[in-house]
């Protein structure tokens, strides 16, 4: 339940863009867009993308901002990102993004009352995310489909993020 609502959460095979390639990509990319006849389109998204490696997560976290949909980011793994001094900003982060971040540790279940929350509040209000006119202007590029995507995705890591992950293998 979501505050006194009951919600039926679904755990979609996991991307990492809505380009589908599998037959498993595919059904995630149809049940996020509403094309499965059984699932409706979906109220609202739970993205969880790793904080280790938050620039290649990006790259799907822009494409569902694009859906329309109410938007929340779980920021996974944020203990092992803070063991090898990952820092983020959040506030840059979620104004960047145009949606709620929530940095959380499913291994530890650190903050996951907060996921839920803000969850819980987007869900009922449909807040839509705010798409930032620097990822607005990926859709409209006229040269590689990726290129632009690719740059904002590293523009926003590197804005929002502080360590280097690579030093630490990760």
């Not at 104004?95 to 650190?110: D, H, K, M, N």
């Not at 006119?133 to 995705?153: N, T, V």
Request: with cysteine; proline share 5%; aromatic share 4%.
């Amino acid at each position: 339940t979501l505050g006194a609502q009951p919600v039926t959460l679904v755990d979609l095979p996991g991307l990492y863009t809505l380009d589908a390639v599998t037959p498993d990509e595919q059904i995630a990319v149809d049940a996020l867009t509403g094309k499965l006849r059984q699932w409706r389109r979906p109220d609202a998204v739970l993205v969880v993308i790793d904080a280790t490696n938050l620039e290649r997560n990006l790259f799907l976290a822009s494409q569902l901002l694009e859906l329309g949909l109410p938007l929340v980011v779980a920021l996974n793994m944020i203990d092992v990102a803070d063991k090898h001094g990952l820092h983020f900003d959040l506030n840059e982060l979620t104004e960047r993004l145009g949606c709620p971040v929530v940095p959380i540790s499913a291994r530890t279940g650190q903050d996951i009352d907060q996921l839920t929350s803000t969850l819980e509040k987007i869900w009922q209000a449909q807040v839509k995310p705010a798409i930032h006119p620097e990822l607005a202007s990926c859709g409209s590029c006229k040269g590689c489909q990726y290129s632009a995507r690719y740059d904002w995705a590293e523009s926003v890591s590197a804005a929002t993020c502080r360590g280097d992950a690579s030093a630490h293998g990760l």
